[in-house]
């Protein structure tokens, strides 16, 4: 008895204690903390509508812009169909004399030397060599053989000629009863007119 008396009792004090809803079993909000999170709660909803809001007129934006870069861009294909000059114009326009090396420039010079036989002999370009102007030169490179009795100079090449021209000579009225080829003697080519000159030849043998 004696040791209970002498305990102090200490008598429990209100903010000790705090109340809990054992029916919901979450813990009970002070009306300022209610103000605080209802505040940020509508501060977040304010962010997130300005951010909407934001958003939107950026998507205009960007439409309009791009309505805009569509009419132009048709107005500059409009104006281009009709106009001279082109847009690979720029890049024509003295870039070879920069890219191009020595070396290149070399052989593109070659090449174009190669298509004519040179200014000695008057840019003669070189021609395409068909059957019948094979024969022909043939003909000519055998001229001496044809004719032994007759000069000519040597040939100077072996193989045939790469520049050379066919031309035809036109008669003056004058030569029109001497030296002046028939219809019935003048053929398509050289060596028709020779082997016609043969037969004619053999046939006056025959009789001599």
């Given at each position: ?51 909407a ?50 070396r ?16 000695s ?7 395409r ?33 790469k ?46």
């Amino acid at each position: 008895r004696f040791a209970q008396k002498d305990k102090k009792t200490v008598k429990p004090v209100a903010e000790d204690f705090f109340s809990l809803d054992t029916a919901s079993g979450e813990e009970i909000i002070d009306d300022e903390e209610m103000e605080e999170e209802e505040e940020v709660a509508k501060k977040r909803f304010f962010l997130k509508d300005k951010q909407a809001v934001l958003e939107g007129g950026e998507k205009q934006k960007r439409t309009e812009k791009t309505v805009e870069e569509e009419k132009h861009e048709k107005y500059v294909n409009e104006v281009l169909a009709t106009s001279s000059i082109r847009p690979v114009l720029e890049s024509s326009l003295c870039t070879s004399a920069f890219t191009t090396s020595l070396r290149e420039k070399m052989r593109a010079n070659k090449s174009q030397r190669e298509k004519t036989s040179g200014q000695s002999w008057f840019r003669m370009s070189s021609a395409r060599i068909s059957d019948e102007c094979r024969a022909d030169l043939e003909l000519l490179s055998m001229r001496a053989t044809l004719k032994p009795k007759r000069f000519y100079r040597k040939n100077d090449r072996a193989v045939l000629p790469k520049y050379f021209q066919v031309s035809r000579v036109v008669e003056d009225k004058r030569d029109f009863y001497g030296s002046r080829l028939t219809k019935s003697g003048r053929k398509k080519n050289m060596l028709d007119e020779m082997m016609k000159m043969d037969r004619e030849s053999f046939k006056r043998n025959q009789h001599k």
